[in-house]
């Protein structure tokens, strides 16, 4: 039995090794016949995810997520474009040859979808039974996998005995059973506690790197794309707004949906009763709030004494908070001074030179 299929050859030669997911101009409309309204779930997306990395899409609910993962499986199929995982067309395959395909792709849910009546080994060992695997490649496969997750001494333990951080380890030695290149994550830790969907994700961190598998995760929690991804794409009504390395996105959005994302955890969202005070222009005697954000080595610069010792002016201190994505320090500081255009140019200059990104975020009386 092959556990690890021969790629078909690539769609079309390309001069650079291609990415192991692409999606290429894809749109899904579900319906429009028998009088029922056609709804566009995705419109013309373009993305590429590399082999190797971890990419995670996030969106809120009815943005499409669950349509983008289900055509990469296979699923669905895209009313246009094309879905290529590792050069084979997705799209273009019939139900037996996806069926094939679909062993180099694995999969985990949400709510885990174990069998209740089989045993943690039993449901580890149904993807290779559906191969045709040997008893003995079975058990010779099936150990290792429940070992690599933790759960050697629970295989003869069914669902109902086991928490859900378990469930879900249990899925994904499922899910790597079959030897896949791709790892498909379906919102897999949005049904457990922060303490288990770290354990989790760390555990998908281990295979990805242990295993070289590529993972493609969906989640609408930015502290899940924070933990564990590579690489993020924002889709905000079936089209992705913004893509790039997940520490870019966190320190430099530039989509308004990115940012609302992004505040939503680092706390970077102006208390309201402040925000609703903000005015774009100067008022006399006003105060203008700039947000200061340092990132890499400068965030452990004491920064602030500088600028004031320097420029010899007051800064008062609305927020602050320092993160950190992929072992990186990322902060941000929001500080009041009066609304002097030199004092304002000269804070600018000086938080520049010091590597800091600066935006004015508005003005209070
Ligand atoms: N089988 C279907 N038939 C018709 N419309 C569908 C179907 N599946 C999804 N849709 C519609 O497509 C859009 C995107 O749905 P999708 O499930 O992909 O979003 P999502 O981001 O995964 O949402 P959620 O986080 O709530 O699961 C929604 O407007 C949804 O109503």
New binding site residues.
């Given amino acids: 039995m092959t556990l690890n299929p021969a790629s078909h050859p690539p769609a079309y030669p390309s001069a650079t090794p291609p990415a192991l997911i692409q999606l290429r101009e894809v749109e899904k409309t ?2 429009g016949r028998a009088g029922s309204n056609a ?1 566009t ?1 995705l419109h013309t997306i373009t993305l590429d995810v590399p082999k190797g990395a971890i990419l995670g899409v996030i ?1 809120r ?7 983008l993962i289900r055509l990469v499986n296979g699923l669905e199929q895209p009313t246009r474009g094309q879905v290529i995982v590792d050069g084979v067309e997705m799209s273009a395959l019939d139900e037996r040859a996806l069926r094939h395909e679909r062993r180099a792709i694995g999969m985990i849910f949400q709510h885990f979808n174990l069998l209740a009546r089989r045993t943690a080994f039993d449901n580890v060992a149904l993807p290779l039974e559906i191969a045709g695997a040997s008893r003995a490649e079975i058990k010779a496969r099936v150990m290792p996998l429940l070992d690599l997750v933790g759960l050697a001494d629970k295989a003869r333990r069914y669902p109902a005995e086991l928490s859900g951080g378990q469930k879900q380890r249990v899925g994904i030695a499922r899910a790597l059973a079959t030897n896949p290149k791709v790892l498909l994550s379906d919102e897999a830790t949005s049904a457990l506690d922060p303490e288990t969907t770290e354990q989790i994700l760390t555990l998908l961190r281990r295979v990805n790197a242990e295993l070289d598998l590529t993972i493609l995760l969906i989640t ?1 929690e930015m502290s899940v794309i924070k933990s564990v991804t590579d690489r993020v794409a924002v889709i905000d009504g079936g089209r992705i707004v913004e893509e790039g390395p997940t520490f870019d996105l966190f320190t430099r959005p530039q989509h308004p949906t990115t940012r609302s994302f992004v505040s939503s955890i680092t706390g970077n969202e102006l208390p309201a009763h402040l925000a609703s005070r903000l005015s774009a222009k100067p008022l006399a005697g006003s105060q203008v709030l700039v947000r200061l954000t340092f990132t890499g080595g400068d965030a452990s610069q004491p920064f602030l004494s500088v600028l004031t010792r320097k420029l010899d002016i007051d800064l008062g201190i609305i927020q602050g908070n320092v993160d950190y994505i992929g072992g990186h320090p990322f902060g941000t500081l929001v500080v009041s001074t009066p609304a002097d255009q030199n004092c304002l140019q000269a804070l600018t200059d000086a938080s520049r030179d010091l590597g800091l990104h600066v935006e004015v975020l508005g003005y209070v009386a």
């Fill in positions: 579900y319906g709804v779930a969106g609910s009815g943005a499409g997520k669950s349509t609408h």
